[in-house]
């Protein structure tokens, strides 16, 4: 008998961990269930817009010069990683004007620009009062720059 208590109450406390975690509202099993199963399709749907925007993004840098570009905010930094399958002249010096104009100080880098191009960079904020910048801005400013590299008439 305790067995069987014991399973019903671990029963009902993950179905609260679930009615939790999916903002339901739903008071009993069935419904909580749909409430998740519903919360899971909306999950899928945001991931798969995501995932268009970024092949979106990539691609209007240059269709023939797809780049891959993360930055990982660190703890007194970021961490920038850029990628393109193709050697891009020029592109680093407009990669390293956007880390500038965003007040970012290179600590260390590594580039390869033979039959790739590839930065690992890692910078620190130069000013302490910039603390409202995140990786999603340094993002957005290093695609940015890729782009205007591109429209400024890239050399193979």
């Given at each position: ?24 509202h ?9 409430d ?5 399709e ?10 268009q925007?970024?092949?979106?993004v ?16 660190l ?10 399958e ?13 880390f ?10 590594r ?10 960079a ?7 009062g ?27």
């Amino acid at each position: 008998m305790v067995s069987r208590e014991h399973k019903k109450a671990a029963l009902h406390e993950k179905l609260q961990l679930l009615r939790s975690i999916t903002n339901s509202h739903a008071l009993n099993k069935g419904s909580i269930i749909v409430d998740a199963s519903k919360y899971i399709e909306e999950l899928k749907q945001k991931v798969e817009r995501l995932n268009q925007d970024i092949a979106t993004v990539q691609n209007s840098i240059h269709p023939n010069h797809p780049m891959q570009v993360t930055v990982e905010a660190l703890v007194k930094g970021f961490s920038i990683n850029v990628f393109s399958e193709k050697s891009c002249q020029g592109l680093l010096v407009s990669i390293l004007e956007a880390f500038e104009e965003l007040g970012l100080n290179v600590l260390e880098a590594r580039v390869s620009c033979t039959d790739t191009f590839q930065l690992q960079a890692f910078a620190e904020i130069e000013e302490q009062g910039e603390e409202a910048m995140d990786a999603q801005a340094v993002k957005e400013a290093v695609v940015e720059a890729i782009k205007s590299w591109s429209q400024n008439g890239e050399q193979d």
